[in-house]
């Protein structure tokens, strides 16, 4: 069987592992500082905070934004439900919107859905394409719109606005407009899962980016203390001999990272632009070039004038096929032993969501859900592998569709 997405773990891997385990602090100390550092060099934002996933690094700056109950957060229908939870367990609604046949949130439905409750927006970068980030700050820097924010606390005043934070779980490495995902709005999440492009097993980062009359450092700083109960010394300063004073100063949460974990992603992050990233991008390219004469595939979009994907799964969808015809074509190709996978499920047609969603509210998302299929992208995938996956797809869809 092929698999779908094994974590890369080579030698120089296990021996950060190893480096950390010797060194005699495996919790929070330089291993998360250097991943830190280096997040930082690839987005060129100065302030990166990595903690345990993506999904508290959102609520972490949803929290900080003081949103809460009776708050509305703006995210697409198509996402993973962390978007949504990330907001939800603040107390806040998540608001769906539909998103574009490219699958980034449709920005030309942004604006109905703002209310004077609308506290921040989180687009998406499925597959690791941006979204239209210009044009999102374009809605909410809109005279109307401004007029219809009501601050509630001193940070959201300063701000003045809806909050951008990208929900970049997919994007590390991605260009919008030449510039680096973690770089485009005011805060940027990535997520370290042991699927994502550059993995800690479970882990994320946030990229701070707010503007100018915000102190990034200083906003890193206070973020890290709530990432460790709000405890005014870490462990790792604690450790270092006479230093065992400290106080908590809030109510803060238990979300670090720890240097065991964060050890993986150092090693790979190291090789990740001049290594990693090139191997995915040639993925890409072999599956492109391997399915372009098949008229009913439909190729995902990975570079644009503007935009260039992180490459991180490969969302090719079928033209023309029912949701169930989708499903018996991936029976298909797993009977051929290749893993294949869906991304995602809309968040309308989750059980937690059925009550108060409708899917047909939701017609595109519903669209690239039920003909998508995910296929592989590693940098250890094989030519050999490569080309097994692109035929079992296309023999799959002959089997299902057109020998039926
Ligand atoms: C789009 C998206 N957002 C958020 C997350 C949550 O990431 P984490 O597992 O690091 O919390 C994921 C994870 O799969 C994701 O795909």
């Given at each position: 069987?092929?698999?779908?997405?094994?974590?890369?773990?080579?030698?120089?891997?296990?021996?950060?592992?190893?480096?950390?385990?010797?060194?005699?602090?495996?919790?929070?100390?330089?291993?998360?500082?250097?991943?830190?550092?280096?997040?930082?060099?690839?987005?060129?934002?100065?302030?990166?905070?990595?903690?345990?996933?993506?999904?508290?690094?959102?609520?972490?700056?949803?929290?900080?934004?003081?949103?809460?109950?009776?708050?509305?957060?703006?995210?697409p229908a198509y996402?993973?439900?962390?978007?949504?939870?990330?907001?939800?367990?603040?107390?806040?609604?998540?608001?769906m919107i539909d998103v574009n046949d490219d699958f980034c949130i449709d920005?030309s439905k942004?604006?109905k859905a703002?209310?004077?409750?609308?506290?921040?927006?989180?687009?998406?970068?499925?597959?690791?394409?941006?979204?239209?980030?210009?044009?999102?700050?374009?809605?909410?820097?809109?005279?109307?719109?401004?007029?219809?924010?009501?601050?509630?606390?001193?940070?959201?005043?300063?701000?003045?606005?809806?909050?951008?934070?990208?929900?970049?779980?997919?994007?590390?490495?991605?260009?919008?407009?030449?510039?680096?995902?973690?770089?485009?709005?005011?805060?940027?999440?990535?997520?370290?899962?042991?699927?994502?492009?550059?993995?800690?097993?479970?882990?994320?980062?946030?990229?701070?980016?707010?503007?100018?009359?915000?102190?990034?450092?200083?906003?890193?700083?206070?973020?890290?203390?709530?990432?460790?109960?709000?405890?005014?010394?870490?462990?790792?300063?604690?450790?270092?001999?006479?230093?065992?004073?400290?106080?908590?100063?809030?109510?803060?949460?238990?979300?670090?990272?720890?240097?065991?974990?964060?050890?993986?992603?150092?090693?790979?992050?190291?090789?990740?632009?001049?290594?990693?990233?090139?191997?995915?991008?040639?993925?890409?390219?072999?599956?492109?070039?391997?399915?372009?004469?098949?008229?009913?595939?439909q190729?995902?979009?990975?570079?644009?004038?503007?935009?260039?994907?992180?490459?991180?799964?490969?969302?090719?969808r079928?033209k023309g096929v029912t949701e169930?015809?989708r499903?018996?074509?991936?029976?298909?190709?797993?009977?051929?032993?290749?893993?294949?996978?869906?991304?995602f499920v809309p968040l309308p047609l989750?059980?937690?969501?059925?009550?108060?969603y409708d899917i047909k509210d939701f017609s595109t998302s519903y669209d690239n859900y039920s003909r998508e299929?995910?296929?592989?992208?590693?940098?250890?995938?094989?030519?050999?592998?490569?080309?097994?996956?692109?035929?079992?797809?296309?023999?799959?869809?002959?089997?299902?569709?057109?020998?039926?």
């Open positions: 069987m092929i698999p779908f997405s094994p974590p890369y773990i080579d030698e120089d891997v296990i021996n950060e592992v190893l480096d950390s385990l010797r060194s005699g602090w495996i919790t929070t100390g330089p291993k998360v500082k250097a991943l830190e550092k280096e997040v930082a060099g690839i987005t060129g934002i100065e302030n990166v905070l990595c903690v345990n996933s993506a999904t508290s690094a959102m609520m972490l700056m949803l929290h900080w934004y003081g949103i809460g109950k009776g708050d509305e957060v703006i995210i996402t993973y439900v962390a978007t949504a939870l990330a907001a939800i367990h603040l107390g806040a609604k998540a608001v920005t942004i604006k703002i209310t004077p409750r609308t506290k921040a927006i989180v687009p998406v970068d499925i597959g690791g394409c941006p979204c239209d980030y210009d044009e999102i700050y374009k809605i909410v820097n809109d005279d109307e719109v401004r007029k219809l924010f009501i601050p509630a606390n001193d940070v959201q005043r300063k701000l003045g606005r809806i909050f951008i934070m990208a929900d970049s779980a997919h994007s590390i490495g991605a260009l919008y407009k030449g510039k680096q995902s973690g770089s485009l709005c005011d805060s940027t999440i990535f997520s370290f899962h042991a699927v994502k492009n550059v993995t800690t097993a479970e882990g994320g980062a946030i990229c701070l980016n707010l503007p100018d009359k915000f102190d990034n450092a200083e906003l890193y700083n206070w973020l890290r203390l709530l990432s460790l109960n709000g405890q005014t010394k870490d462990a790792f300063t604690k450790s270092q001999g006479g230093n065992w004073k400290y106080d908590i100063i809030y109510s803060g949460f238990k979300i670090n990272l720890s240097d065991i974990c964060a050890a993986i992603g150092l090693a790979q992050i190291r090789k990740y632009d001049n290594e990693l990233l090139i191997k995915r991008k040639r993925i890409f390219e072999m599956y492109n070039a391997g399915f372009s004469r098949f008229e009913w595939i190729i995902p979009p990975s570079m644009t004038s503007e935009k260039e994907s992180s490459y991180h799964v490969y969302l090719l079928i169930d015809q499903d018996e074509i991936i029976e298909e190709i797993n009977k051929r032993e290749v893993a294949v996978n869906v991304h989750l059980s937690i969501f059925k009550s108060d299929i995910s296929l592989p992208v590693y940098p250890q995938l094989k030519d050999s592998e490569i080309k097994e996956i692109i035929e079992s797809v296309t023999g799959s869809y002959e089997t299902v569709i057109k020998n039926n």
